[in-house]
C-alpha cells in the first residue's frame, strides 16, 4: 500500500533495528496503551521515514462508531499512537457513531499532493455498501470527509487497497455484499489522483469471500482473501496470476488445515523492499467476538515459491525483522514440556499422540485444579511465554455453551480463559485466552511475564470463567523467549 516512490527508497530510510514481532500478544503503543488499529492497512512515508499503521477504533463494549485510529513506527513492533486520523461527526450523514467505518487505508496521491484514505462506509445494518472517501495535508491527519459512493454503480463491502510498485498505479478490492447476486469480489482501478473508481479489471466470481488483499512480487501477483464467517476465522485462501487482469488461478489454502489460518482472517499484506532481502507480511486479524475493542493482531512473514506457485504462512511465535535489510528470523526459545509439569486438584495428565511428549495437561478448571511448570529460567525483565494448547470446544451442540462453527447451527464462544500465576503471587494474576482449535491441533498464544533471575521461577495455569465455565484449554507445553535487546 505504498506511493509509487515511496516504497523504491523504503531501504534507504529507514534505519532503526526491529524489536521482536509477536502474533496475536498484547501489543501496546509507547504509552503503555492497547494498540487499537484493527482490519487496517500500513504505509510507508518517506518524509516522516515511518510506517504508518491506520485502523478501525473499536470502543469496548460497542462494535462500531469509534473512527480510524492511526500510529507509527520506525520498525513495525514499536508503535507511537496519534490518535484518531478520521472523527466520527455527530449528525454526519455517512460519518456520525452510528455509522460503519471499516478497514481503512490509506495512499499518498502524488497528483494531488495529499493521502487519500478509503473504506467501506455503510449504515448500522448494512444497507449501503459504499466506498468512503477522505483526505488531508498530512499523513498523521486529521483526514476531512469528502464523499461516500457505489463504486461504478455497484456494492461494496469488505475493502481493500494495493498500489503496483512498478508503475504506481492503486487499486481497490471489494466485495459486493451477502446476497446471492453479491458473492464476487472485485479488482477495480483507480483513476491517477486516487479520487474515484475508473474501470474493473478483474471479478473473482461466486467465490462467497471477503477481506481481500494483494501481494506483488518481482513475477506474480497474490491475492489473499477468507471466507465470510463474521468474526469467526477460517481457511484463509490465495489465488496467483502473471497480471491483474488474469487469468487467475483456483483458489489454495494458505496455511496449515484445521488452523483457520491460526484463527485469523486476513486484510491486508506488506511489501518491504530490504538491502538483502524483500519480505512480504500477511497483516491478519485475531477477532474476539466477545470483546472485539480487544482482538489481537496477526503478523506473519509470507513464504512464496514462484516455481511451484505457492504461498504459505508458518507460524513464528516470536520473530525479529529488521525493515532496513528485510531479514527476519525467529527467536528460539526454551520449551517446558506438560510430561514434567505437575498437577493439582482435577487436573491430570492425558495420553495426546499428537503432543510434543505423547502427554497434555487436561482437566484445568479454576482455581483448584491447575498445572504447575516449575524450575523454569528467567532473566528479571519482562519475556515472552508462548503457551501451546488445545481447546476441542467443537464438542459443543447447536446453541449450547462451547458450540462450534464446524456443527450445523453451532454457536461458538471464541475461547477458553485460563490464569497464570508467577512464582506463586496470586494477587498478580494474569489472564490467558485460548481460542478454539480443533481435536488434536496444537495452537500457541503468547504473554508477557516477568520472571525473577535464575531458575527457580514456577508458572501455574488454572481456569477463569469464559461465559460458561471456569475451565481451561488443555496445555501441551510452554515456550519461555529471551528478553528484547
Same mark, same amino acid.
Given at each position: 500500500m505504498f506511493g509509487f516512490g515511496v516504497l523504491l527508497i523504503i531501504f534507504l530510510a529507514v534505519t532503526t533495528q526491529g524489536k521482536y514481532i509477536v502474533p496475536g500478544g498484547?501489543?501496546?503503543?509507547?504509552?503503555?496503551?492497547?494498540?487499537?488499529?484493527?482490519?487496517?492497512?500500513?504505509?510507508?512515508?518517506?518524509?516522516?521515514?515511518?510506517?504508518?499503521?491506520f485502523g478501525e477504533y473499536k470502543i469496548e463494549g460497542q462494535e462500531e462508531g469509534g473512527g480510524v485510529s492511526v500510529y507509527s513506527s520506525p520498525d513495525l513492533a514499536t508503535w507511537e499512537s496519534h490518535g484518531i486520523a478520521l472523527k466520527p461527526i455527530e449528525g454526519h450523514p455517512y460519518i456520525s457513531p452510528e455509522h460503519i467505518i471499516q478497514r481503512p487505508k490509506?495512499?499518498?496521491?502524488?497528483?494531488?499532493?495529499?493521502y487519500h484514505m478509503w473504506w467501506h462506509a455503510d449504515n448500522s445494518t448494512y444497507g449501503w455498501l459504499l466506498q468512503g472517501f477522505a483526505t488531508s495535508e498530512n499523513v498523521?491527519?486529521?483526514?476531512?470527509?469528502?464523499?461516500?459512493?457505489?463504486?461504478l454503480g455497484n456494492w461494496s463491502q469488505d475493502f481493500g487497497m494495493f498500489t503496483d510498485y512498478k508503475d504506481g498505479r492503486s487499486? =481497490?478490492?471489494?466485495?459486493?455484499? +451477502?446476497?446471492?447476486?453479491?458473492?464476487?469480489?472485485?479488482?477495480?482501478?483507480?483513476n491517477y489522483n486516487v479520487t474515484a473508481l475508473e474501470e474493473v479489471v478483474y471479478r473473482f466470481p461466486k467465490f462467497d469471500l471477503?477481506?481481500?488483499?494483494?501481494?506483488?512480487? +518481482?513475477?506474480?501477483?497474490?491475492?489473499?482473501?477468507?471466507?465470510?464467517?463474521?468474526?469467526r476465522p477460517n481457511n484463509v485462501v490465495a489465488f496467483r496470476a502473471d497480471s491483474l487482469g488474469g487469468p487467475w488461478s483456483q483458489p489454495f489454502i494458505v496455511a496449515?488445515?484445521?488452523?483457520?489460518?491460526?484463527?485469523?482472517q486476513s486484510g491486508f499484506s506488506l511489501r518491504i523492499n530490504g538491502t538483502k532481502k524483500t519480505t512480504y507480511l500477511y497483516i491478519g486479524d485475531q477477532w474476539d467476538m466477545n470483546s472485539l475493542w480487544e482482538s489481537r493482531y496477526i503478523w506473519l512473514p509470507i513464504d512464496i515459491d514462484e516455481g511451484r506457485k505457492t504461498l504459505d504462512l508458518a507460524w513464528h511465535d516470536v520473530y525479529d525483522l529488521n525493515v532496513k535489510t528485510g531479514e527476519w528470523k525467529p527467536i528460539q526459545g526454551r520449551t517446558y514440556s506438560a510430561k514434567n509439569a505437575k498437577t493439582n486438584?482435577?487436573?491430570?495428565?492425558?495420553? =495426546?499422540?499428537?503432543?510434543?511428549d505423547g502427554v497434555i495437561l487436561t482437566g484445568i478448571y479454576g482455581n483448584d485444579s491447575t498445572a504447575t511448570f516449575d524450575g523454569i529460567e528467567g532473566s528479571g525483565k519482562p519475556q515472552w511465554v508462548s503457551f501451546y494448547y488445545q481447546n476441542i470446544d467443537d464438542m459443543g451442540f447447536g446453541d449450547q455453551p462451547g458450540g462450534t462453527p464446524d456443527r450445523v447451527g453451532g454457536s461458538w464462544q471464541l475461547r477458553r480463559i485460563s490464569s497464570v500465576v508467577v512464582n506463586g503471587k496470586t494477587e498478580n494474576v494474569e489472564t490467558l485466552y485460548q481460542r478454539d482449535t480443533h481435536k488434536g491441533i496444537i495452537l500457541s498464544t503468547p504473554l508477557q511475564l516477568t520472571l525473577e533471575k535464575g531458575k527457580r521461577n514456577t508458572i501455574t495455569v488454572g481456569g477463569l470463567y469464559n461465559g460458561f465455565d471456569y475451565k481451561g484449554a488443555d496445555i501441551d507445553r510452554i515456550v519461555v523467549y529471551p528478553p528484547e535487546s
Open positions: 498484547r501489543w501496546r503503543d509507547t504509552d503503555g496503551n492497547l494498540v487499537n488499529a484493527h482490519a487496517g492497512g500500513i504505509i510507508f512515508d518517506d518524509k516522516s521515514e515511518k510506517f504508518w499503521w490509506v495512499v499518498y496521491s502524488e497528483k494531488a499532493k495529499k498523521a491527519g486529521p483526514y476531512t470527509f469528502v464523499d461516500a459512493t457505489a463504486p487499486y =481497490a478490492l471489494y466485495s459486493n455484499g +451477502d446476497s446471492v447476486e453479491g458473492r464476487d469480489v472485485y479488482l477495480t482501478q483507480f471477503e477481506a481481500p488483499s494483494v501481494v506483488q512480487t +518481482d513475477k506474480s501477483y497474490w491475492a489473499l482473501m477468507s471466507h465470510k464467517t463474521g468474526y496449515s488445515l484445521n488452523t483457520r489460518t491460526f484463527n485469523s486438584g482435577d487436573a491430570y495428565k492425558q495420553e =495426546a499422540n499428537f503432543a510434543t
